[in-house]
């Protein structure tokens, strides 16, 4: 009966059979038994069955998952164990499946205390890094410097510009050059705009934006003589500043000159972005560093760093923002809190004058003065401390090429490239550089498809130049509740401080009236199409005398006592809410001072009508 049902095929086996661990098991060693495949029926059920979840052979739980041996509830004990192998399990996978690891990069150590590691020199970095780190190491000779130095955002292309007008721009990596200029004038900063395809050069008079091929794009006119360059990427806005004072916000989506702000401070040479809100410093001759936003005419910060001239300003990027350090001629260095500028938490004396000082993405500071070039790390350049004393050093190498004019952490890379007179060179700072990147926000292995639509991701993202404020945390929070209002049933909603003044006076009750009832009064008496001519015509004497009218003590008392029987909703509500206000303020004071004690609540509040 069995192979009848087969032949005719009653149950149609699928088109595409599924896997069982039937088909794949080894056969056994020994005499041959009959098998499921052996029997046209069970073969033909069995692709339509499985086995139920509770007889499944189940792997054993993670040694970490917990024990319940304690509980005597079979059942209870049976799902709490099944419950907690399961998350062992899921740990182990979300462990595995993580991309963006949060171990601490590793820094250089040494073995006792008598080794430092500054002493170990690039010779033996580069040794015992590996093959393609070791490419950082590099020495470009070149003649037209001091050089000035700018990396793209995810690391992978370099541009440099020379004071005498030599521009270059290149893959490091991979060795291939984009574009080299000879524009034979005085160039002072070169940046790169939304990704290399397009830079901007701050040249002699104008700024000049070029594409990858160095072939000029845009000559903006309106910046004029320029001495430093920076791109907000999330804002699409080129700023600028120039010997004129001016700080200008160029929006280089649209072409428009969203702002142009007058410092007032003269000259400036130095000026950095704050990568967590966007908020541009500047340092100026007389020592003082401004904040600045394009929703304010004025600086946001205004703080005197130091007793000269400001030679360089930096953010860290590893901590949103936090700390700022500023170096200035007069030989000091100084890291700042930005969340409150009472005083500088650290500060130090560098040999020479004229330092340059930049942040990695791991927090080091790199301090370039005199003849050498020295790395500090954190927690120590973040840690308040009193005396002028420099913090530990983590790595020194000199460079016998001055002026030092630039310095720059590539990211995600442990490279430090240092612009001077002689070219650009590169140095091996081990555990400075990001070893994880996020390949939606700065991918350095990206093709030109993931260029262009991370490009237009980015246009289609852009944020508006009124949302750059110190604390961003404002967007999306809530507004804070109003002040005292005139409201009385939706109908106003004035702030009473904002109130004219004999508005606030007739709300408090305290208003005289009597002038509106005398205006009144005077226009009854003489009316008509006349009442224009007859007061143009009026004599001195006649206006003084109407002014004065009404203005007796007997009067105004009589008027007074009028206006108590008027009810006005309004000045009653405000009144009320007023002294409801005094009330809680006395009980406030009276419980801070111990005079009374603080009403317990009650059962029965909630039955109370809220006011």
């Known amino acids: 009966m069995d192979s009848l049902i087969a032949k005719a095929d009653a149950i149609r086996p699928l088109s595409k059979r599924r896997r069982t661990d039937n088909q794949h098991a080894r056969p056994k060693p020994g005499p041959s038994k009959k098998t499921t495949a052996d029997d046209p029926t069970a073969a033909s059920v069995s692709q339509h069955t499985a086995l139920p979840r509770s007889l499944r052979p189940s792997s054993p739980p993670p040694e970490e998952a917990k024990k319940y041996s304690h509980i005597h509830n079979k059942k209870l004990r049976t799902d709490l164990a099944r419950q907690s192998a399961q998350n062992a399990r899921s740990k182990r996978l979300v462990k595995d499946a993580e991309l963006l690891l949060t171990e601490e990069a590793g820094l250089m150590e040494v073995d006792g205390d008598l080794e430092k590691t500054w002493r170990v020199g690039q010779d033996e970095i580069a040794a015992a890094a590996g093959q393609q780190a070791a490419q950082g190491r590099q020495e470009w000779k070149l003649d037209g410097g001091p050089y000035r130095v700018r990396y793209t955002k995810n690391g992978r292309h370099i541009a440099i510009v020379g004071k005498t007008g030599h521009v270059a721009t290149f893959d490091w990596q991979a060795g291939t050059m984009h574009a080299e200029l000879q524009l034979r004038e005085t160039c002072r900063d070169i940046t790169f705009l939304q990704d290399h395809s397009h830079f901007a050069v701050a040249q002699n008079k104008y700024v000049f934006i070029y594409d990858r091929d160095g072939v000029e794009l845009h000559k903006l006119k309106s910046h004029i003589e320029p001495t430093r360059l920076e791109f907000l990427p999330y804002h699409w806005l080129l700023v600028s500043v120039g010997n004129a004072g001016y700080l200008k916000y160029q929006d280089t989506s649209t072409g428009q000159l969203v702002v142009e702000h007058r410092t007032k401070l003269g000259a400036c040479h130095t000026m950095c972005q704050n990568p967590h809100n966007a908020v541009i410093h500047l340092g100026h001759q007389n020592g003082t560093v401004t904040l600045w936003t394009p929703n304010l005419p004025h600086p946001a910060v205004r703080l005197l760093a130091h007793l000269g001239p400001v030679a360089s300003v930096s953010v860290d990027p590893s901590s949103a923002g936090r700390y700022m350090a500023t170096a200035g001629q007069d030989g000091t260095v100084k890291v700042w809190d930005c969340r409150n500028w009472k005083g500088a938490i650290r500060t130090w004396n560098a040999r ?75 140095i091996l700072v081990p555990g400075v550089g990001e070893p994880n990147f996020d390949s939606s926000e700065a991918d350095p292995f990206e093709n030109k498809k993931a260029r262009r639509e991370r490009e237009v991701k980015s246009l289609l ?103 108590k029987n008027v009810i006005d909703p309004r000045a009653v509500a405000v009144r009320a809410k007023l002294e409801k206000e005094r009330e809680e303020r006395r009980k406030a004071k009276a419980i801070a ?9 009650s059962a029965l509040d909630r039955f109370k009508r809220s006011s």
């Open 593 to 601: 001072s111990g005079a009374e004690q603080p009403r317990k609540p």
């Open 352 to 426: 020479g004058g004229n330092a340059v000082i930049d942040w990695s993405q791991k927090g080091a500071l790199s301090v370039a003065t005199g003849g050498s070039v020295n790395v500090y790390t954190k927690p120590a350049i973040q840690t308040p401390f009193a005396p002028v004393v420099a913090p530990p050093l983590y790595l020194t190498h000199p460079v016998p090429h001055r002026p030092l004019s630039s310095l720059r952490f590539c990211p995600f890379q442990d490279i430090l490239t240092i612009g001077h007179s002689k070219g650009v060179s590169g």
């Open 461 to 563: 993202d852009k944020i508006q130049p009124d949302a750059i404020v110190l604390d961003p945390d404002f967007i999306g929070s809530l507004a804070p509740p109003p002040k005292l209002s005139t409201a009385v049933d939706g109908q106003h909603d004035i702030p009473y401080a904002r109130l004219p003044r004999h508005e606030r006076l007739k709300v408090s009750g305290k208003a005289d009236e009597t002038e509106d009832g005398d205006e009144d009064d005077t226009s009854d008496g003489q009316g008509g199409e006349g009442d224009g001519q007859a007061r143009k015509g009026a004599s001195k004497a006649e206006k003084e005398k109407k002014k004065m009218r009404g203005k007796n003590k007997t009067l105004k008392r009589f008027l007074r006592k009028q206006r």
